[in-house]
């Protein structure tokens, strides 16, 4: 029977068949390996996506990433297990299901707790699984049988656990600090969540009248609202102008209260006035002032951003309006010195860009600094390594002056913190359950604390929680650490570095199993308790014009637009094509366009596969049981092509290894475009033909040859694009495949044996010596189907006799009337082309151009002493002669001796030709 491969390549009806094959047929999943296994263990957790989130080119460029390098692993025999699942996202779920409410004319409150958290869940069951519908389109090779969602009960216990575990250590804390504020959301933020932005501002100069003196104190600010709040004047000890001033008072404009001048290091003599206000409620440094002075704490706005009974005649007014009220009445009683046009980093909420406010407030804090020891400890080590190089020393230098972190949030959807307040006594109650009576006066009235956990709290445990922690399991045993983060710089701090703390921190004394360890080729790792052993930071994807994409702009590129008009492969390999390691990524159409080609290029190669195998013998299949021929090496084409795809399979193999997919992706390209349907499906073109009853064994050979590189050309290309190579490599076995998906079959290893030296030297003189007479036909304007004589001078013997050898490819490939050695040099011949083996001349009447012949032997010179210069100042430095090897010495000799030669023969013929 015919092998059925369409005409026209229509990657979007393939693409859509196989993805749903092999979420259906479940070929990625993974059970867990039982005691004894020796085989070596790769897993990887997918960042998970926020449940409200869609599909962008950030999410495309991250699982292209982590699907090529576990499609690698899997096909070289290793268990492998990518795990999927979705983030709860807080503030951004919540956010989604009360603009749902609004649009119904409801409020969040108005609903109540439960209520709302009913609707979050309906929300979630109707929408939540849009992304991960999207990635199981675009073929991500996960093991859906293990998805999770971080609210999972299995997961909420998990956290309730190391929340309890975290303060019975004293690691948790309560208390009031200044903390980023979102109005618009009603919560605190951390300052990862803040982003600033440089504004055009005012800076404004108020005087504050000294209690009892005729001296006024001049202050800077750009929030002069909040100077109701002010409960201090700060001077520097140092600073002489205030000296005779410690330990006065200052009346408070427009408040008429009363403040003391304290003297502090906040204020530095040499910036502005040498003064500064101290609003302890509402300014992360002014609070700490306030501590170190035991200052009052006035709070004057809300959690809304209005001002409050503390703003007296004020209240009520939005902190922007009361600014401009406030700037009047200053104004108008005198207070205000001077205005001033200043540069402001402006804080926003990273979400909903409302402008956050420092606010003074009661939250829930984690001790990091013990924590963040033992994850800086695990980088410094090697026990973690962090690629590309440049993020790690970020990473060190971020966790040597971290802060406490704010893991409360004023929201209703997300993990609840697991505290309770006793109404009677007021003590808090930390427990894995909710309790039935206080510890401290054993009342029963007791109320659970409103607020959520920070979502990234969750998150930062899922390396070990979604493996079964706190048990004590056999998944933790195999599959812990994991192998490899790949994740984007944008998170290193939100996520990467809470999931190192979080490990070292929870997983201290867990052992992998050894077997598992020696055979992933970890076994000089010492500590098991860190969450992954590698971690690699993609680049960020921009438009074509390297602009960062934003919705603004106008310049989101849309990959389900992009994968619509170009295919999932397409899309797949131009990402990683262009992913070389700490470069971002000038997105462009253009070249999704060129690899839609490839993959064309690909189909039309498997027809002309398939189109041969049947006229010459039907039914033939790699490695089926009858038994393919093992590869032919005896035509030259055919030791050129075998040894050429194992040089390439090294290289693949070793970018992938170091995570340099655009090296991996470009290698393949150019061996199969390139080297296998450019050069190889032409050279092998005569060998496929034969009469009818003639001897058809050189046929047969050459088919059984072409199968079986093709198949391993699919294994070699499969984990950057799947689908195609899916569908043609099920092709070639008509439905006898010897596994289930060709992503189950053994990715391609070099063999050395197999490494030709002297095929790939003799190809790539005939391939030299082609391309020649191509070029030397389109500047004598040749047509096409004219078949011209050509004149061959071979610089040594054996050249020649391998030309000869294989003359009926040369004269076919060059549209060669006949070929003819000649005995002596052709490099003094006008229009011919001279090389370091030989020279070739067309022969074909047409007046040579002799001005524009000059030209381009003048840029060809040029060229020959660029070469010859940079050659020469190599073999003329003494410390590369001591590195280098001998070979590539040699090598440098010997190349230099060709450019001499070739410059010499340029030379004469710039001679003959009257060049000036």
Known sequence: MPHELPKAYEPGAIEVRWADYWVREKLFAVPTPPPGETRPVFTLLLPPPNVTGRLHMGHMLNQTQMDIIVRWHRMRGFITLWLPGTDHAGIATQMMVEKQLEKE??????????????????????????????????????????????????????VREVFVRLYEQGLVYRGHYIVNWCPWHETAISDLEVKHDEVPGKLWEIRYPVVGTEEFITVATTRPETMLGDTAIAVNAKDERYTHLHGKKVLLPLMKREIPIITDDLAQPEFGTGAVKVTPAHDPNDFQAGKRHNLPEISVMDEHARMNSNAGAYAGLDRFEARKRVLHDLREQGFLVAEKDYTLALGKCDRCGTVVEPRLSEQWFIKIKPLAERAKAAVESGEITIVPENFRQIYLNWMANIYDWCISRQLWWGHRIPAWTCAGCKEVIVAREAPTKCTKCGGTELEQVSDVLDTWFSSGLLPFTTLGWPEKTRDL?????????????????????????????????????PAIKQASGEADKKDDSVPFRHVYIHALVRDAERQKMSKTKG???????????????????????????????????????????????????????????????????????????????????????????????ADVNDA???????????????????????????????????????????????CGNLVNLFDSALRLLHPVMPFITEEIWQ??????????????????????????????????????????????????????????????????????????????????LANAETITFVESSLAKVAGARSTARFDVHVVYERKIDAAAECERLRKELEKLDKGVGTGRRQLDNEQFLAKAPANVVENLRKQQGELAVLKEKILSKMQELGCS
């Open 555 to 649: 310049n989101v590129i849309d990959p389900l637009h992009i994968i619509e008009r170009f295919g999932t492969d397409a899309t797949r390999f131009t990402l990683a094509a262009m992913a070389a390691p700490g470069t971002d990524i000038a997105f462009n159409e253009s070249r999704t366009e060129g690899y839609r080609a490839f993959a064309n290029k690909i189909w039309n190669a498997a027809r002309f596969m398939f189109m041969n195998v049947d006229r010459v013998e039907p039914g033939l299949r790699p490695g089926d049981g009858r038994g393919v021929r093992p590869y032919t090496i005896e035509a030259l084409e055919d030791r050129w092509i075998l040894s050429r795809f194992n040089r390439v399979t």
């Open 477 to 513: 045993e195999v599959f812990y650490p994991n192998t490899l983060m790949i994740t984007g710089f944008d998170i290193l701090f939100f996520w990467l570095a809470r999931m190192i703390m979080f490990g070292c921190h929870f997983m201290q004394g867990h052992e992998q199993d």
């Open 105 to 158: 004319g409801k409020k969040r409150r108005e609903l109540g707790r439960e209520k709302f958290i009913e609707r979050v869940w309906e929300w979630k069951r109707e929408y939540g699984g849009a992304i991960l519908d999207q990635m199981k389109r675009l073929g991500a090779s996960v093991d859906w049988d293990r998805e999770y969602f971080t609210m999972d009960e299995n997961l909420s216990r998990a």
């Open 731 to 812: 092709a070639m076995y008509e439905g006898k495949a010897p596994a289930k998906s060709i992503a189950l079959m053994a990715y391609p290893q070099a063999d050395e044996k197999q490494v030709d030296l002297a095929a790939e030297t003799e190809m790539a003189i005939l391939q030299d010596l082609i391309v020649n007479v191509r070029n030397l036909r389109a500047e004598l304007k040749v047509e096409p189907k004219v078949k011209v004589p050509i004149e061959v001078f071979a610089h040594e013997a054996e050249i020649q006799a391998m030309i000869e050898q294989n003359r009926g490819a040369v004269e076919r």
């Open 656 to 702: 992938l290894q170091a995570y340099r997919f655009h090296e991996a992706a470009n290698r393949i390209y150019d061996f199969f475009w390139g080297e296998f349907c450019d050069w190889y499906l032409e050279l092998i073109k005569p060998r496929l033909q034969f009469e009818e009853g003639s001897d058809m064994s050189a046929a047969r050979m050459a």
